[in-house]
C-alpha cells in the first residue's frame, strides 16, 4: 500500500473516530509494517494531540525470524546475538530513527508495538536481545508491547501453563537479579540464567576439546572478574554483581594432524627406500 492510500484512509478514519470520541488516544503507524524507515511517509493530523504512533521492531531481521516457516526463502537457523558493540548499535540507530523523527513533528509519543525473537533462536540469544531491546526503548521514553503471548514467540508456554522465566524477566525484570550469559561458538556451555545479586553460580563448559584430525581445544573464559573463582580447566564460579557475559574461547590444534602428515611422510620415504633397494637387488 502506497503511504498516499495510507495517509487518506488514517485521516478519514480519525475524522470518523473524533466525532464520538474526541480525546480518546489513537495509535496509528507507517507502511512497510510499521517500519521505522517509513515513518518519513506518514502523514497524521497536525491538530490531533491524541495521536500515538507505533512501529514495530525486529532487527536484525535473520536473527529475531530465523527458521520462520512464513517467511520465504527463511532465514537459516543458527544465528546468535550476544549484545556486542555492533550488535547494539544497529539497534540503538534504529530506535533512535524513531525518536527523531518524533521530536521534528511535535515530541509524538511513541508505542513499540511489536518485537520479539522467534523460537528457533536459542534461548541465551532471545534473552539477551529482548532485554536489550526493552532497556533501550525505556531509556527513550519509549512504551512497548511485546510479540506474542503463547505462541512462536511466546513468552508463556501454554503446554506447560507457565511463564518462560528467562523471557519474562528480560521483559520485567526482577528487583536484585542479573542475567548471566555464558556464551561459545560451538554451543557446548552451561550455566546461563538468572540470578540473585550477591550470590555465585557454576558456569562452565561440557567438554574442552572437540573433532578427530583437526580439533577444537577450550582455552580460557573471557569475561571473569576478580570476584570469580577458577574450579578447574572448564568450570568458573561466577558472583553475581550485576548482568555478566562469559564467552568460552577455543583454539584450533593441529597437532594430530601434523602428526598423521609426518607419519604419511615416513611411510612413504620407507616405501620408497624398500622400492629401491628392491629394484637394486
Known sequence: ?????????????????????????????????????????????????????????????????????WVSPSPPVGKKWVGDESEQKQITNELDIAVQWARQHGNITLFLGEFGAYSKADMNSRVTWTYFVAREAEKRGISWCYWEFCAGFGAYDPRNEAWRTDLLNALVPQVMKHYILVNSELDETYGSGWYDEGTYTVVGVNSTAFGLII???????????????????????????????????????????????????????SATLIYKRHNEG
Open 1 to 69: 500500500m502506497s503511504d498516499d492510500l495510507w495517509n487518506d484512509l488514517i485521516e478519514e478514519a480519525v475524522k470518523i473516530i473524533r466525532e464520538t470520541n474526541p480525546t480518546r488516544k489513537i495509535i496509528v503507524g507507517p507502511t512497510g509494517w510499521n517500519s521505522v524507515y517509513n515513518l518519513d511517509g506518514l502523514t497524521i493530523p497536525a491538530e490531533d494531540k491524541n495521536i500515538i504512533v507505533t512501529f514495530h521492531f525486529y532487527t536484525p531481521f535473520d536473527f529475531t525470524h530465523q527458521g520462520a516457516e
Open 215 to 269: 580439533r577444537d581445544v577450550f582455552d580460557h573464559f573471557e569475561g571473569l572478574g576478580p570476584a570469580d573463582i577458577i574450579i578447574d580447566e572448564k568450570t568458573v564460579r561466577i558472583y553475581v554483581d550485576g548482568p555478566r557475559q562469559i564467552r568460552a574461547v577455543w583454539r584450533k590444534d593441529y597437532t594430530r594432524l601434523i602428526l598423521l602428515i609426518i607419519m604419511t611422510l615416513l611411510v612413504a620415504c
